[in-house]
């Protein structure tokens, strides 16, 4: 690896700002090359883990200053109806992925990073480095760090394995007007996926739901499926029909994946979903999208210029098994329990009776808050 060359991260969402944001504290050139521009609204709950709070403020990039929703319970609804609800251990925030995305992007600006808004089309590379080709430019880098979301043109193009699985889930997400506590975040389940709700910044109610694909396209619609599926839980249906929409229409996003996925492919460091996305219904993905940007920029600021590539590539991917492989495997078992019918109700009612269950459950989950080790600081 050469020292003292410009990073380039692919894509700019959570996961490759925040390494941006690192690295540039560090003292690298870093540029994000990012597609779209900001703000933009994005399919996600908009439940945050507190988790990330102490790296985000190291970073000098508190969201605190956007009054998010401090949210510190959790509900928990079956199809039948019934409900438990817990204190969260650690607790999060709600606030909008549009007004989130800008923050950081703001900040990179602020700290020097470069942004562009190009679209990568191609990656190549060679004993050189890499060379990326973009709607606009060729440009080269000595290392590249994927944090091109969950699925991307360039999955296709690098081959990655889970692309050509099938992937069955599709989400939809708008805001609404209407009455919800600030302080909660509920998950509400339906036939075949669950519905998240908690509020953001913007004093509106974040609906996101997720659902099979094959149950949702039996339907005419959005607002047929929504009405014939999900309003047979009684509190989606008081939800919806005592809210109103205030988007023009709901975001959806199909073709969502949960297989594994290789962390360093053509020696790009994957981080965020790129990586590996957990299950929504774990409400932790951004969480561990920041932590594993954070993995990352501080392997690369202990070795670049030091160590080779390879030894770079292997430390990388043995971290983030080190902190998240257990989590996934265990929110993957947790969503098959959630989201099967007949398995869903006897899980519930056993918290129901056991509801100290329920915040162990979470913590397995989460991570603990993200320290920074005194010789980064
Ligand atoms: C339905 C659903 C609900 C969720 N709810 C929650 C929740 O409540 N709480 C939680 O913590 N997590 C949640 N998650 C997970 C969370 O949204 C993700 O983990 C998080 O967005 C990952 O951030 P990222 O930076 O890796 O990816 P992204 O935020 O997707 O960023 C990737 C960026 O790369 C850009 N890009 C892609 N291709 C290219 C290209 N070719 N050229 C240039 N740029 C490109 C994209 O435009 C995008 O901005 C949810 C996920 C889903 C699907």
Redesign the pocket.
């Known amino acids: 690896m050469q020292a003292n060359n410009n990073i380039i991260i692919?894509?700019?969402?959570?996961?490759?700002?925040t390494c941006a944001l690192h690295l540039r504290k560090a003292g690298f050139e870093v540029t994000v090359?990012?597609?779209?521009t900001y703000p933009?609204h994005?399919?996600?709950?908009?439940?945050?883990?507190n988790e990330v709070l102490p790296y985000l403020q190291w970073l000098d990039a508190d969201p605190g200053i956007l009054q998010p929703k401090e949210i510190t319970r959790l509900q928990i609804s079956t199809v039948k109806g019934s409900q438990i609800e817990c204190h969260l251990p650690l607790g999060g925030f709600g606030l909008s992925?549009a007004a989130f995305?800008h923050f950081l992007y703001s900040k990179a600006l602020e700290k020097g990073c470069k942004i562009l808004n190009?679209?990568?089309?191609d990656i190549a590379y060679s004993s050189q480095g890499f060379s990326l080709k973009?709607d606009t430019a060729t440009r080269q880098t000595p290392l590249l760090i994927g944090?091109?979301?969950?699925r991307?043109?360039?999955d296709k193009k690098l081959h990655r394995h889970f692309i050509d699985q099938k992937s069955p889930w599709l989400?939809v997400?708008a805001h609404y007007r209407g009455e919800f506590d600030d302080n909660l975040v509920a998950l509400h389940n339906f036939r075949g996926g669950y519905c998240?709700v908690?509020k953001v910044e913007t004093n509106l109610i974040n609906i996101?739901?997720?659902t099979a694909y094959d149950q949702f396209k039996k339907y005419q619609n959005m607002e047929d499926f929504q009405q014939q599926v999900l309003f047979r839980n009684k509190h989606l249906k008081h939800l919806f029909e005592h809210t109103e929409l205030a988007f023009e229409s709901p975001l959806s996003?199909a073709q969502?994946c949960f297989e594994k996925k290789e962390l360093v492919k053509d020696h790009i460091l994957m981080?965020?979903?790129?990586a590996g996305?957990?299950h929504?219904l774990c409400?932790?993905?951004?969480?561990?999208?920041i932590h594993s940007a954070k993995i990352c920029a501080e392997l690369i600021i202990e070795q670049y210029g030091i160590s080779d590539q390879l030894q770079l590539e292997r430390n990388y991917s043995k971290q983030w098994k080190a902190n998240f492989e257990q989590r996934m495997a265990f929110g993957k078992r947790l969503s098959s329990l959630l989201l099967n019918g007949a398995l869903s109700d006897i899980a519930m009612s056993m918290l129901v009776r056991f509801p100290s269950i329920l915040p162990q459950m979470i913590k397995r989950t989460h991570g603990q808050p993200l320290t920074i080790l005194p010789s980064h600081d």
């Open positions: 692919a894509g700019g969402g959570l996961a490759g700002l090359i990012e597609k779209n933009q994005k399919v996600c709950g908009e439940y945050i883990s992925r995305d190009e679209k990568i089309l973009t944090a091109f979301g969950k991307s043109s360039l989400a997400k998240g908690s996101c739901y997720l996003i969502i981080i965020g979903d790129a996305l957990i929504p409400g932790n993905g951004m969480g561990m999208a």
